[in-house]
């Protein structure tokens, strides 16, 4: 049995599960009348398998719904509080960003722009990329934001994907205290597109850059806009947005959003999860490139009234107090963050943390990954200060919103470090064996949705075909997320990682998320990545690569003997590395996610290929240095 928290807000609302299980459809339908529709829908759902319809026929705007009505009744309340590494700050309040968004939408309607179209945006994390948003949203205009850390090649392929008629990107964005200069980025990517009649170019670095024919400075193009725009009264199934996942392998899909389902989705959960008050502070560190960022930086704060901090840069520069900084400063009251970050600042001790004010904070969250309980205890003791609950959310690009969570918005239940805890209300989560029946508590399995609900993808844009055999064909009329998981006793939800990073050792297999969180349940290890290189006997043997804590001795083969133990007691003796490499840091992107097949490339001494999302380039000489100086060291031996 795992240990349990017993810590909640106070918040304990029944109806809501029990009236989701009597009907989802009428649910769902509930939730939806929160939000404000110019005219309601004639039909809640149109379900035909795999394509889900909701709310046909309601007209609604997602800009009118994040800045209109808050406008109007308390237009001076702080939207968006933006911090910059270098400490620079604005502060915008609901009136600031309604006016900016209707300026920028007039702006874009004088280049020709009109509902329908598709506009690539490529900003760093400014406000004029949440403005760049919702003045799409106004209009009708299909947004694809990408983030700023992708190449000229994979920024070329999205905008060659979505068509999109109008580029908006900056001169550049700063990172680590350095300039990434987005316009040349920009350049190289549209080369030959005739498609593109423009590149809107936001002044950020002031650095110089070159302006071609297509290129229109931001701030010459709305000198003259109107600050007045009606929203346009759109569709519920209207395109909102396309998100393009990672394309780790071949090439990205597209995942299309809809407005009034994605909407309802998302203002449900945001007030469920994070139990939001006016007089809230709330902090998420992801980068809108990403869905989180999307769902819950710029439309479920904006779509609640909320005031939040918006931080462009590295969560540990200009050192790693920055984001202990940001909360004491701005008395933030919700923190959301990644487990990825969380272990970094682990790595650098309590007493950073420790130094700071940070009993403003009533609430924590992670996402992105799943979290390992000696994290998960340390966010609590440390950052929480044992009185702050933790949510552990679960969902995925697709699904738009949050599918896994505690929500201390609507109940108090007991929380278990490492678990997502239950499903959200309204939806129908399981988990399955391969022939799809559902397995016995505690047993690993694949994790899949029966019935469809409000936040979900549309289809991948322009591939049908894709979309149902992407998600829909490994169980009939089910979606498959493409995760294992297990189900506990009491009916808590444990994430165990993509179903695609396993490890088959002589014929074995064996989850990474697994094998990596026993490896950091070690009182010495920050973080740990593990990946399979090809073995002619095993078929496939594990290499690991270990991050200390500060202080602690790597070359310790009292350390490694330890690691070795625990993985063989924990998981058993098939999950033992073949090598243990002790590494300072871990090849990963800006959004945090760790570069697997960097490692495995490096380890089987291969071309790495293309690392330009890659946020500290010295973290792959750091491992091919390990790995030289390990294999030296075992020719010595022998």
């Not at 809501?16 to 009907?23: G, L, N, P």
């Not at 702006?107 to 009109?114: E, F």
């Not at 002044?203 to 701030?219: A, G, M, V, Y």
């Not at 200009?318 to 900084?325: A, G, I, L, N, Q």
Request: charged residues 25%.
């Amino acid at each position: 049995m795992s240990d349990t928290f017993n810590i909640g807000l106070g918040n304990n609302n029944p109806e809501v599960r029990k009236r989701s299980k009597t009907d989802f459809i009428t649910f769902w339908e509930d939730q939806a009348k929160n939000l404000s529709w110019f005219s309601p829908w004639s039909n809640p759902l149109n379900w035909n398998p795999p394509f889900a319809k909701w709310f046909e026929g309601g007209l609604i705007n997602a800009s009118f719904n994040a800045l209109d009505i808050h406008q109007q009744k308390n237009s001076e309340k702080p939207a968006i509080i933006w911090e910059a590494e270098s400490g620079e700050s604005r502060n915008l309040t609901y009136r600031d960003l309604w006016i900016e968004v209707q300026k920028f939408s007039n702006a874009l309607k004088s280049l020709g722009i009109k509902k329908g179209d598709r506009i690539t945006i490529y900003l760093p994390m400014v406000p004029e990329l949440p403005i760049s948003m919702l003045a799409c949203a106004r209009i009708g205009v299909t947004h694809t934001v990408v983030f700023s850390g992708f190449s000229s090649a994979s920024l070329r392929e999205r905008i060659e994907d979505s068509k999109s008629k109008i580029v908006i990107t900056s001169d550049g964005g700063y990172r680590r205290g350095k300039i990434v200069k987005l316009k040349e980025v920009v350049d190289e990517a549209i080369q030959n597109f005739d498609f593109v009649k423009n590149v809107i170019v936001m002044e950020r670095t002031k650095e110089p850059i070159q302006l071609n024919s297509k290129d229109i400075l931001w701030k010459d193009l709305i000198k003259n806009a109107s600050s007045e725009c009606a929203p346009e009264k759109l569709n519920s199934l209207h395109p909102l947005f396309i998100l393009y996942t990672s394309g780790t392998t071949g090439k990205p899909k597209g995942v299309l959003h809809g407005t009034g389902g994605y909407l309802t989705h998302i203002h449900s959960t945001f007030q469920w999860a994070f139990d939001i008050k006016d007089s809230d502070i709330f902090f998420c560190t992801a980068d809108i490139g990403w869905v989180t960022g999307h769902s819950y930086v710029v439309y479920g704060p904006l779509l609640h009234g909320a005031t939040e901090i918006m931080y462009e840069g590295a969560p540990d520069f200009p050192d790693s107090s920055r984001m202990w900084e940001i909360i004491q400063k701005h008395k933030v009251t919700i923190f959301y963050t990644t487990p990825t970050a969380l272990r970094m600042f682990m790595k650098f001790g309590n007493k950073i943390p420790n130094s700071f004010d940070l009993s403003t904070l009533r609430l924590l969250g992670t996402v992105g990954e799943p979290i390992n309980p000696e994290v998960w205890k340390w966010y609590y003791k440390v950052i929480g200060k044992e009185k702050c609950p933790i949510i552990d959310t679960w969902w995925q690009t697709e699904t738009g919103g949050m599918m896994i969570s505690s929500l201390p918005g609507i109940e108090t239940i007991p929380l278990k470090p490492g678990s997502g805890t239950r499903p959200i209300p309204g939806v129908d989560i399981s988990v399955v064996d391969e022939k799809g029946n559902e397995v016995s508590s505690n047993t690993k399995g694949y994790l899949i949705i029966k019935k469809p609900w409000p936040g979900m993808l549309l289809t991948l844009w322009g591939d049908d075909e894709k979309y149902k055999n992407a998600y829909w064909s490994k169980f009939p009329n089910t979606y498959y997320s493409g995760d294992f998981a297990k189900i506990d006793e009491d009916g808590y939800f444990w994430l165990l990682g993509r179903a695609d990073d396993v490890l088959k050792v002589a014929g074995h297999r064996i989850g990474t998320a697994e094998l990596e969180s026993c490896i950091v349940g070690h009182n010495d290890v920050a973080e740990s990545a593990v990946c399979g290189i090809p073995d002619e006997v095993k078929g496939e043997v594990i290499i690991s690569f270990v991050v200390l804590k500060e202080n602690v001795n790597k070359n310790s083969d009292i350390l490694e003997k330890e690691l070795y133990e625990k993985i063989r007691t924990d998981i058993g003796p098939i999950a033992t590395p073949k090598e243990i490499y002790f590494v300072s840091k871990l090849p990963k992107t800006r959004s945090g996610k760790i570069m697997r097949r960097l490692l495995k490339a490096i380890a089987k001494n291969e071309i790495i290929g293309d690392i330009s999302t890659l946020e500290d380039g010295t973290a792959v000489t750091e491992i091919q240095s390990a790995i030289r100086e390990l294999q030296e060291s075992i020719t010595k031996k022998t």
